[in-house]
Every structure is written in C-alpha cells, then in structure tokens.
C-alpha cells in the first residue's frame, strides 16, 4: 500500500508563493505518475498539475505560468512550487500517486494540505 504525506501548506498573502512537497513510501520502486489535485470551498475536485517518472508534465489553464511540479525518483516525492498566488488558488491540496494514465487519475492520495491565499 503506497503512503503520501504532503507538507509545505500555509497561509499567505496574494501575489506570493509557497512550495508543497510529497513523499511516497511503500512502493517497492518508482512510482510511475504523481500530481496534485485541490479541492476549494464549494468546488469540485480538480486537477492541479501531474508529472510521469520521465519528467512529462501536465498542467490546468488556471496555473499554467505560475506553477511547477518536478520530482526526485530516488525519493519517490514530488514537488509544487506555487508563484503568484491568487485568492482562487485557496484550497486542500493533495498529493496522488498511480499509473500513467490518460485522463491522469491516480489510486493513491495524502490527506491533503491547506493553502489559503488572502487578498
């Protein structure tokens, strides 16, 4: 059974940034998609950002720009750094690990972490 653990969530004021970070454990090796998906207040689920172990990446309009995902597959953790945050970009973030995928879904999730950006 593949764990994640997000970190980095915060609180912090429009225009700023802020890093998230992932770490997967229990996989018995490389894992080969991770990414982000945010749920706001009254919103659906969504995808944030998603990165193959061969450093593919995908991105929703809404961060295109402003942020990037990466990962180190030695450490099985996946990055997001967040620039020129909006009040939108409020939300639990959370962390996701699976197969490749074409509609990038996953099968592993985190419990999430809090980024609340104030305008």
């Known amino acids: 059974q593949v764990q994640l653990v997000e970190s980095g969530g915060g609180e912090v004021q429009a225009g700023g940034s802020l890093t998230l970070s992932c770490t997967a454990s229990?996989?018995?090796?490389?894992?080969?998609?991770m990414g982000w998906y945010r749920r706001g207040p009254g919103k659906q689920r969504e995808l944030v950002a998603h990165?193959?172990?061969?450093?593919?990446?995908n991105y929703a309009d809404s961060v295109k720009g402003r942020f990037t995902i990466s990962r180190d597959n030695t450490q099985n953790t996946v990055f997001l750094q967040m620039n020129s945050l909006k009040p939108e970009d409020t939300a639990v973030y959370y962390c996701?690990?699976?197969?490749?995928?074409?509609?990038?879904?996953?099968?592993?999730w985190g419990k999430g972490t809090l980024v609340t950006v104030s305008s």
């Open positions: 996701g690990a699976g197969p490749v995928r074409v509609d990038y879904s996953l099968d592993y």
């Open positions: 229990g996989s018995g090796g490389s894992i080969a998609a």
């Open positions: 990165i193959t172990s061969g450093g593919r990446t």
